[in-house]
C-alpha cells in the first residue's frame, strides 16, 4: 500500500484503520481472538495505521491493539486519545486536565505494550482546561520520549491555531465523508495553512454510504446508530440514499463498490488525508483496501459535485454535538 504523510514527518500507509467497532458501538462485537486476527490481517495487507482509544471500551479497545501489534510495533504506527474522565470505568464527562493526562498515557501504553505513542490525540476539547496547558503537558511527553507526535480531535479553527502555537500539530482526527462535508469550510484551509494532516473517521458515513442500509434496516438495540438522528429518522435514511444512486453508477464504471468510490473520493481530496474506516469482517477489510486502487477521472469528481446533494437529519444525539469544539 502507498504511503502518506501526515504533519511535517509521519509517515503511515494511505488507509488506515479505525479499531473502535473491534470493542463497541457497531455489534455484533466479535471475540477478542478474531479481533486481534482482523488486525494482524491488516498488517499483512500493508495498513500501517492504527487507531484506537481509551473510552473504546473502555480500555478494552487499546488492549487489544496492542496485543495484535506487540509482534510488529516497529512496523506500525498506534494512534490513541486521551480526554475523557474515566475513573469510574465508564465516561462522565471530559477530562483533559495535565495531571490526568499523564496519568492516562502511562495507562496507555501499559495496555499497548508499548514504550512510546505514535500519535496522542486530545478525544474532545475539554472547555475547562486551557488548550495551551494540554499542549504543554503533550509537548512535555514528547520531550521525555512517550510520545511522537500531538493531535486533536473535532477541533475548531481557534483551538487548533492557539494548540498549534505550542506543540505544533501532526493530525486532526474528525468526521468527514460525502454526508459530511462541514471541515471543507474552514477546516481543511486552516490545515493546510499550518500543514497539519487529517484523519477522518466515518468515512463510510456509519456504513451508510456502503448501501446496505436503507429506511427499513434494523439495528442491534445497543448500536451507536440508534442515537443518530441521522439513522433514526426513516425520512432522512429514505433522503440520503441519494447518495448511494449518486456513487453506484461511478461504482459500475470502475467495476468498485460504492464504498470504495466513497473512500476513493476522500483519497482524492488532499494528498494528506488519511481515512480511517473501520471494520469486524475481513472481506470488507480487503473491500475497503482496495478502494486505494480506484483511480476517480475528474469526470467523475465533477460528478459528484455537480449532484450538490445535502445530508438530512443531525449526525450526532443533542449530548454528543455538545462535545464538538467551534
Known amino acids: 500500500m502507498k504511503k502518506r504523510t501526515l504533519g511535517q514527518s509521519l509517515e503511515v500507509s494511505e488507509l488506515g484503520l479505525g479499531c473502535m467497532g473491534l470493542s463497541q458501538s457497531f455489534p455484533p462485537i466479535p471475540p477478542r481472538e478474531e479481533a486481534v486476527a482482523l488486525i494482524r490481517d491488516a498488517v499483512q495487507r500493508g495498513v500501517t495505521f492504527f487507531d484506537t482509544a481509551q473510552v473504546y471500551g473502555p480500555f478494552d479497545n487499546e ?6 501489534l506487540e509482534p510488529v510495533r516497529d512496523q506500525v504506527v498506534i494512534a490513541t486519545k486521551f480526554g475523557f474522565e474515566l475513573s469510574t470505568g465508564r465516561s462522565t464527562g471530559t477530562d483533559s486536565r495535565p495531571a490526568t493526562i499523564r496519568s492516562s498515557v502511562e495507562d496507555s501504553l501499559r495496555r ?3 514504550d512510546r505513542i505514535d500519535l496522542l490525540y486530545q478525544h474532545r476539547v475539554d472547555p475547562n482546561v486551557p ?4 499542549a504543554g503537558t503533550v509537548k512535555e511527553l514528547i520531550d521525555q520520549g512517550k510520545v511522537n507526535h500531538f493531535g486533536l480531535s473535532e477541533a475548531g479553527v481557534q483551538t487548533i491555531r ?12 474528525s468526521e468527514y465523508s460525502l454526508w459530511w462535508r462541514e471541515p471543507e469550510e474552514a477546516i481543511l484551509p486552516t490545515l493546510e495553512e499550518l500543514g497539519i494532516g487529517f484523519v477522518p473517521f466515518s468515512p463510510l458515513g456509519k456504513g451508510f454510504l456502503t448501501g446496505a442500509i436503507d429506511e427499513s434496516t434494523e439495528f442491534e438495540s445497543d448500536d451507536f446508530r440508534n442515537t443518530v ?7 432522512a435514511r429514505k433522503t440520503n440514499r441519494a447518495f448511494v444512486d449518486l456513487l453506484e ?10 464504498a470504495q468510490i466513497a473512500l476513493a473520493w476522500l483519497l482524492a481530496r488532499k494528498p494528506w488525508i488519511v481515512p480511517i474506516p473501520g471494520t469486524t469482517k475481513l472481506h470488507r477489510l480487503e473491500e475497503n ?6 483511480e476517480l477521472t475528474p469526470d467523475d469528481l465533477r460528478e459528484i459535485e455537480d449532484a450538490q446533494i445535502e445530508a438530512q437529519g443531525a449526525r450526532y444525539s443533542e449530548a ?3 462535545l464538538i469544539d467551534r
Open 162 to 173: 492557539r494548540a498549534h502555537a505550542v506543540q505544533p500539530l501532526t493530525a486532526l482526527q
Open 320 to 322: 454528543n454535538q455538545r
Open 289 to 294: 483496501l482496495a478502494a486505494a486502487d480506484v
Open 63 to 68: 488492549e487489544v491493539v496492542g496485543e495484535a
Open 131 to 134: 488548550i495551551e496547558d494540554v
Open 249 to 258: 453508477p461511478i461504482a459500475d464504471r470502475h467495476d468498485a463498490t460504492p
Open 112 to 114: 499497548l505494550r508499548t
Open 229 to 235: 438522528p441521522r439513522f433514526t429518522d426513516s425520512d
